[in-house]
């Protein structure tokens, strides 16, 4: 009868431990600021859909295909150049997925991976 209880007792410690995930929908759509050290300051505005990516130091706006995988991943697909010159070029196949890990108040933590690099990168986000 004591190791049922135990169970029991465990079980519900740990649903709650899980039930504790991260409300990621108030952070799926808005206008966000990037900033590093390296490029600047980017400003993102994100809808459903799309997400475009400003970057006045770099003279470069560039938009997505958005599509989100659950509520706190999505990928980044057929980024367009809208203004300026990019030295980077993407292929059409290529894939940049975006995971939200941490959210205190505005800012988001995420970890950014693609399918062209084995490079992952943890970025702040400020939604603005």
Do not use: H
């Not at 029991?8 to 991260?22: P, V």
């Not at 999505?74 to 809208?82: G, I």
């Not at 995971?99 to 205190?104: A, G, M, R, S, W």
Request: charged content about 25%; proline content about 1%; hydrophobic content about 40%.
């Amino acid at each position: 009868m004591k190791s049922f209880f135990f169970l029991a007792i465990l079980t519900f410690l740990s649903s709650i431990s899980f039930a504790q995930s991260l409300d990621c929908k108030k952070m799926q759509v808005g206008k966000f600021e990037l900033t590093s050290k390296t490029s600047g300051t980017t400003i993102i505005e994100r809808t459903k859909n799309t997400q475009t990516e400003t970057n006045e130091t770099m003279n470069l706006k560039t938009s997505y295909d958005l599509v989100w995988i659950n509520e706190c991943r999505y990928e980044l697909r057929n980024r367009k150049v809208l203004e300026g010159t990019s030295k980077f070029v993407m292929q059409p196949t290529d894939v940049i997925t975006v995971e939200i890990i941490k959210i205190e108040d505005t800012k988001l933590l995420v970890k950014v991976t693609s399918n062209f690099s084995d490079k992952i990168a943890e970025v702040e986000i400020n939604k603005i």
